[in-house]
C-alpha cells in the first residue's frame, strides 16, 4: 500500500552512462515532481508534472529529462552522467491544497 | 523568490528535554508551510503543515508550530524528545496551487544525548 514508490533504491554508475528512475503513485494526485538531495542534505525542486504538463523546470541539465506517461507516473531519465549527479532523488506527489507526500529516494552514485 | 531559513545546521538536546526549532521564510503572497522529518536513508515524512486558521497546529508525535506572520517564523516545538526523534528536520513553504512545489530550508540536524 505504498503511496509514492520510486526504483530502484541504488543506483550504481559509471560516469557517461544513461540512466533511468521511475516513480509511481498511487495516491490519485495531480502532480508529480522529482527533488534533488545533495551531500549537504539540501533539497532542490528539479521538475514538477501536472496533468502530463511540465510546470517546472529550475534550470536543470537537459541531461535530464522527465516523462510522464501518465498521472500516476513520473520517470526520471538522466544521460551522459556525470560525477556531479550523485546525489539522493526523491520522486513526491501531492494536489491541490495539501502537503507533498515523498517516496523514499534513490542514491544515484557515479564512479 | 521564496526562501526558507533554518539558522540552525546542528542542535543537540537530552533526552526528555524540550525542544524548539526555528524557521525564517520569505515568500510573496500567503505561505503554506510545512515542517518534515527524515530519519537516515529514508524519505521524508511529513510531521505537520499550516494552510490557514488556528497559528498553532499540531502534528504527528507530539509536534506543534506556530505560525507568526509578523515574524515571518514557523518554529517547530516538543515539550520532551525522545531518542528516536534523532533526525533531520527541514521546514518548507509553498503556495497554494502546489504545482510550484515547495522551496526546503536546508535541514536541521537535531541530535539527541542520553
Redesign the interface.
Known amino acids: 500500500d505504498t503511496a509514492?514508490s520510486q526504483t530502484p533504491k541504488y543506483l550504481v554508475t559509471q560516469m557517461g552512462n544513461d540512466k533511468s528512475i521511475k516513480c509511481e503513485q498511487n495516491l490519485g494526485h495531480d502532480?508529480m515532481?522529482w527533488?534533488k538531495q545533495d551531500s549537504?542534505?539540501?533539497?532542490?525542486?528539479m521538475f514538477?508534472y501536472?496533468n502530463k504538463e511540465l510546470?517546472?523546470n529550475e534550470t536543470v541539465p537537459n541531461r535530464f529529462s522527465p516523462k510522464s506517461p501518465d498521472k500516476a507516473h513520473l520517470n526520471l531519465h538522466i544521460n551522459s552522467l556525470e560525477l556531479g549527479d550523485s546525489a539522493v532523488y526523491?520522486c513526491?506527489s501531492?494536489?491541490?491544497?495539501?502537503?507533498?507526500?515523498?517516496?523514499?529516494?534513490t542514491r544515484l552514485t557515479v564512479t | 523568490a521564496q526562501s526558507v531559513t533554518q539558522p540552525d545546521i546542528h542542535i543537540t538536546v537530552s533526552e526528555g528535554a524540550s525542544l524548539e526549532l526555528r524557521c525564517n521564510y520569505s515568500y510573496g503572497a500567503t505561505p503554506y508551510l510545512?515542517w518534515?522529518v527524515?530519519s537516515p536513508g529514508?524519505?521524508?515524512?511529513?510531521l505537520l503543515?499550516y494552510?490557514s486558521g488556528d497559528t498553532l497546529v499540531q502534528g504527528i508525535k507530539g509536534f506543534e508550530a506556530e505560525f507568526k506572520r509578523s515574524q515571518s517564523s514557523f518554529n517547530l516545538r516538543k515539550p520532551s524528545v525522545h531518542w528516536s526523534d534523532a533526525a533531520?528536520y527541514?521546514c518548507a513553504v509553498g503556495g497554494?496551487?502546489?504545482?510550484?512545489?515547495?522551496?526546503?530550508g536546508?535541514?536541521t540536524?537535531l541530535i539527541i544525548q542520553p
Open positions: 509514492v502532480t515532481y527533488y549537504k542534505k539540501f533539497l532542490k525542486i514538477s501536472n510546470i517546472i526523491f513526491a501531492s494536489r491541490t491544497d495539501s502537503p507533498l507526500h515523498f517516496g523514499n529516494g | 510545512f518534515y527524515q529514508q524519505g521524508l515524512q511529513l503543515k494552510f533531520e527541514f497554494r496551487g502546489g504545482a510550484d512545489g515547495l522551496t526546503f536546508k535541514g540536524h
